[in-house]
């Protein structure tokens, strides 16, 4: 499948409106290059607990839209809205969008480039770089290869767009620390569940439910997808969007007192704000599981589980990275 790209230099101010404008001719899914900072929101979407510096904002933007050539024909021919049409027809009108915009707003250069792109599929190449792998007794296959070593439990996942291979450091000690923890009888709660691995391999263990959640909504088809694939009923694995941290309505709905387990793999930061409000949804005796954590910011964390009033059972290191396990006295 071939695309040709059409890579708008502009303002970072005008963004948005150029966006919002050629999604109504028929753009889609801009690709957006900027130098502007992250906010403190978005450094808390991202699953990284140090950022390196970036370059200076210089108020330029470069905007890439990649329209679909149609195979087979004669003369090459995109299609947008469904309908074939040339590259030159939609250069046209995307200048003529900018310019309409240039009356009443700087978007600053506004020059377009056009330009075929490789024949790539552009939703699963990634997956050339994802194969199965063991953590110990577990065996992590995604959906498009063979099971290739026996023995091993198999845990089937296709991360999609959200966060949870079961490569990184931090997931598998959460990993190890539910393989030792959860019973039959364990009721477990996954904040910040992702693509559910830790929720569905703790019902895979033995665990009699679990609830996660997670703020972002990709979560739900990842999760709906990974647990269709390891054969996990839909009345064992609950999933709630929404910030657990903040919002009453979600604390209410996931309940109090209920959690055998309560595990938490995001950064220190997040952590030290969660750790307040998770005490309240684990059982007394309860187990709660942290990590996400570089080890510079072990003692954070620890200090935030212990002002909580919790009891601090264990320290784990991989790598660069710490698990603080505590419980609920």
Sequence with gaps: MKWTKFKIKTLTDAEDIIISTLYDIGLEGAQIEDKVPLTAWEKEQMFVDILPDGPEDD???????????????SYPMLVLNGEDITAEAILEKVKAELEGLRAFMDIGEGTVAVEETEDIDWINNWKQYFHQFAIDDVLVVPSWEKIETEGKMVLHIDPGTAFGTGMHDTTQLCIRALRRFVTKETVLLDVGTGSGILAILALMFGAKSAVGTDLDPCAIEAVRENREANGIADEDFRLIIGNIITDKEVQDEVGYECYDIVAANILAEVLTGLTPVIVHQLKRGGIYITSGIIDDKEEVVVQA???????????????EWVSVIARKK
């Design 59 to 73: 108020g330029i933007a470069w905007l890439s839209f990649f329209v679909e050539e149609r195979e087979g024909s």
């Design 305 to 319: 589980v212990k002002e909580a009033g919790l009891e601090v059972l264990e320290v784990n290191c991989q790598g």
